[in-house]
T-cell receptor, first 111, second 117 residues
Framework: QKEVEQDPGPLSVPEGAIVSLNCTYS??????FMWYRQYSRKGPELLMY????GNKEDGRFTAQVDKSSKYISLFIRDSQPSDSATYLC???????????FGTGTQLKVEL | GAVVSQHPSRVICKSGTSVKIECRSL??????MFWYRQFPKQSLMLMAT?????????EQGVEKDKFLINHASLTLSTLTVTSAHPEDSSFYIC?????????????FGDGTRLSIL
C-alpha cells in the first residue's frame, strides 16, 4: 500500500463547475499538507498549505484536512480552463523537510 | 517571494556525457534543497536531500556516484548526472525551503528535462 493514494484521473469538468480532488494517506505521523498545481513541463506551484485539521480558504480554492480519517481534499469553485493542470497532494512530518507526494490528478476544465 | 530558479530547462546530449543542473533560491536562503525525478504521468520521487556545507542524503536505490550533489552556498545546489545513459532521461526538479521559515513548504523550480540520446 502506498503511503499516499490519489486518483490519477483524468477528470474532465465543464467551466464553472466545482471540482473536488482528494488524497488518502496511511502515515499518521504526517502533520502538514499541501496541494501543488503542475502545468505540463513545469515545476509544481504551491496552491495551499495547511498544518492542522480543518478548512483553509484562498480565493476559489478550499483545502480540507481530516486527520482522523487520514483524508485531505481540495475544492476549486467556479473552475476555469486555466485551472487545467495536474494537481498533486503532498504531505510531510514535522520539521518541514521530506515530502511524500500523491501520483497527481489530471484535471481538464472544458469551455 | 520564494522563487527557485533551475537551469538549464532543457538538455539533450549524447550517452556518456555528464550533465550539471543548477538550482538557485533567488530571494531567500536555503540550508536544505531537494532533488526530485519525475517520469511522464508519474509523481515526484525524492532522489536526495542536499545540505549546505555537508554531504547529501540519498534515498534508497539512488546511486550517489551517479548523481553527484554539491550544495556550496545557501542559495545554490547542483546535481551532476555522471556518464548519463538513455535510462537517465527524465524530468529533474529541485525545491528549497526558506531557512528562516519554520514549518513552511518547499518551493519548486521549473525543472530540467534531460534527454540522453
Amino acid at each position: 500500500q502506498k503511503e499516499v493514494e490519489q486518483d490519477p484521473g483524468p477528470l474532465s469538468v465543464p467551466e464553472g463547475a466545482i471540482v473536488s480532488l482528494n488524497c488518502t494517506y496511511s502515515n499518521s505521523a504526517f502533520q502538514y499538507f499541501m496541494w501543488y498545481r503542475q502545468y505540463s513541463r513545469k515545476g509544481p506551484e504551491l496552491l495551499m498549505y495547511t498544518y492542522s485539521s480543518g478548512n483553509k480558504e484562498d480565493g476559489r480554492f478550499t483545502a480540507q484536512v481530516d486527520k482522523s480519517s487520514k483524508y485531505i481534499s481540495l475544492f476549486i469553485r467556479d473552475s476555469q480552463p486555466s485551472d487545467s493542470a495536474t494537481y498533486l497532494c503532498a504531505m510531510g512530518q514535522g520539521g518541514g523537510n521530506k515530502l511524500t507526494f500523491g501520483t497527481g490528478t489530471q484535471l481538464k476544465v472544458e469551455l | 517571494g520564494a522563487v527557485v530558479s533551475q537551469h538549464p530547462s532543457r538538455v539533450i546530449c549524447k550517452s556518456g556525457t555528464s550533465v550539471k543542473i543548477e538550482c538557485r533560491s533567488l530571494d531567500f536562503q536555503a540550508t536544505t534543497m531537494f532533488w526530485y525525478r519525475q517520469f511522464p504521468k508519474q509523481s515526484l520521487m525524492l532522489m536526495a536531500t542536499s545540505n549546505e556545507g555537508s554531504k547529501a542524503t540519498y534515498e534508497q536505490g539512488v546511486e550517489k556516484d551517479k548523481f553527484l550533489i554539491n550544495h556550496a552556498s545557501l542559495t545554490l545546489s547542483t546535481l551532476t548526472v555522471t556518464s548519463a545513459h538513455p535510462e537517465d532521461s527524465s524530468f529533474y526538479i529541485c525545491s528549497a525551503r526558506d531557512i528562516g521559515a519554520v514549518n513552511q513548504p518547499q518551493h519548486f523550480g521549473d525543472g530540467t528535462r534531460l534527454s540522453i540520446l
